[in-house]
């Protein structure tokens, strides 16, 4: 799905790239929402977007096979969810068993790593993030090196 024009609350992030979707109440509204956002063909006017033209038979699964294969990421080993999102990713599963298709358990690799790449980095995304926030005069290049003019506020982390 296209993201022009949309506000993240990634400022100043772009390598951390989000997703866009519909919160929806069922397949048929999920359809519609794929269905009219691909009429306009947004992959002409975004280059990340993919150019996938909207296919009636595969939205309605006139072309999927019987047996699907689906991968459930339980826990990525650095942020544990909540558990009524495991109590809800465990009936998925169940239901999916039920209906005849196949449940993968993955397990993450090097997802810790990769956290720790983030955080221990020398620009460290999210304190960057913060640092531009507080010190929005700064320019983006002198942010970085001026990081020890300006503190990270206690409550960087909580909702205003």
Known sequence: MPHAGLLGSHDGMDNIVGCVGPIARSARDLELFCRVMMQ???WLLEHAVLEIPWNTEVAQGKTLPSKLSFAILWDDGVVKPHPPVTR??????????????EVIDWIPSEHQEGWDLIVGHPSNFFASFFIIKRCPNLPVEQTLPARRGCRIPSNHGQQR
């Open 40 to 42: 306009y063909e947004a």
């Open 88 to 101: 809800e990713l465990q009936r998925t599963k169940e239901a999916l068993l039920k209906a005849g298709h």
